[in-house]
């Protein structure tokens, strides 16, 4: 797995150790890490990835719990998915709107038929 997207290795065993044996210094990688990432994202992006993680840092600091802390941004990720104005909602309206703003256009376009068992020039 990639760090940062540099193409250094991340050592799932050193990153575990070091949580267990250094919260401090864990913590200071992971912000490293993670700000690497932002840093190394399209400038136009980089602020809401860091409001984001603002979000994402504070679930965490009111969960008693990583398992806790967990949940609760998995359960971020599927309201950004699935909830009210999510993902599967703005596709919806891409898909609704980009065939009925065609049409509304004035496109056409010819409709062939497909025949199975017919190919090119038969």
Do not use: Y
């Not at 990153?15 to 190394?40: G, H, P």
């Not at 504070?58 to 990720?77: F, N, T, V």
């Amino acid at each position: 797995m990639d760090s940062a997207g540099n193409g250094q290795r991340v050592d799932f065993d050193q990153w575990l150790k070091l949580a267990n044996t250094d919260m401090s210094a864990f913590e200071a990688l992971r912000r490293a890490t993670i700000n690497q990432v932002i840093e190394q994202a399209p400038e136009e992006q980089q602020d809401r990835l860091r409001r984001l993680q603002w979000r994402i840092d504070q679930e965490r600091r009111r969960c008693k719990s990583p398992m806790g802390a967990c949940i609760r941004i998995s359960r971020m990720m599927w309201d950004q998915m699935m909830g009210e104005g999510g993902l599967v909602e703005r596709l919806h309206e891409l898909t609704n709107k980009g065939f009925s703003g065609a049409m509304s256009r004035g496109r056409s376009a010819k409709v062939i038929p497909l025949v199975p068992g017919r190919g090119p020039g038969r």
